[in-house]
């Protein structure tokens, strides 16, 4: 089956560690993305990727780390710089084309700092 | 001005009903448009595009209007299956990536 998986589902952090969400894709998609929800609120953008070795900040990317190292992954680092980590993480991907932008989510990682 | 906005109800009918969400966006450059579902703590699911001329899926009915930078969504004959969270997502617009700006969603609950 062709998809995004994230790992793990559910994690708990104490202050001052750094977390690393796994995110792998075989959808073959070149863009990947890193985005947190939080309640009442839209998505916001942490990172992104275009293609491999390249990654830019997005709206929120204080506190978060990533790479890009291979096609299919992109794993998103949490740091204990980040000062409001508990949230629900979603990685998503796309095709890098102007005609086409739709973005596929995984089924998210939620993170609680304890 | 947030840069998309909707209403984020509840909005809570009958099945059966008929029910219309709207959104509107503050980037007149935006190009693409898109309804997206999320069912409670689960990711957002694609629903569908939303092309000038409009367009239909089944019982649901996508409409743009560039000139108000407004975009709806009618889901017709309401069924238990539709409660969830629809996300209006817009295009960031003309730049140097796919950026998507996603509005905070619109709750519907039917009930029986």
């Known amino acids: 089956d062709g998809g995004i998986t994230q790992s793990p589902k559910y994690l708990f952090r104490k202050e001052g560690q750094n977390v690393t969400l796994s995110c792998e894709q075989n959808l073959n998609h070149d863009a990947m993305y890193w985005y947190r929800q939080d309640p009442g609120q839209g998505l916001r953008l942490i990172y992104y990727?275009?293609?491999?070795?390249?990654?830019q900040k997005g709206d929120i990317a204080e506190g978060y780390s990533v790479s890009r190292e291979k096609k299919e992954s992109f794993p998103l680092t949490v740091t204990s710089a980040q000062k409001n980590p508990t949230a629900f993480y979603l990685c998503?991907?796309?095709?890098?084309?102007?005609?086409?932008?739709?973005?596929?989510f995984g089924p998210g990682t939620r993170l609680t700092v304890l | 001005r947030k840069e998309v906005e909707q209403d984020p109800g509840p909005f809570n009918v009958p099945e059966g009903a008929t029910v219309a969400f709207n959104c509107t966006y503050s980037?007149?450059?935006?190009?693409?448009f898109f309804w997206y579902r999320q069912d409670c703590r689960k990711e957002p699911k694609l629903l569908m595009s939303v092309y000038s001329s409009g367009n239909e899926d089944g019982r649901f009915t996508a409409q743009l209007n560039r000139a108000s930078q407004y975009i709806s969504l009618l889901i017709r004959d309401s069924k238990l299956s539709d409660s969830a969270t629809y996300l209006c997502?817009?295009?960031?617009?003309?730049?140097?990536?796919?950026?998507?700006?996603f509005g905070a969603g619109t709750r519907l609950a039917v009930h029986p």
């Open positions: 990727s275009q293609i491999v070795n390249d990654f």
């Open positions: 998503a991907s796309s095709e890098w084309d102007r005609s086409t932008d739709t973005q596929y």
């Open positions: 980037n007149s450059a935006s190009q693409s």
């Open positions: 997502v817009v295009n960031g617009g003309p730049g140097g990536y796919n950026k998507l700006i």
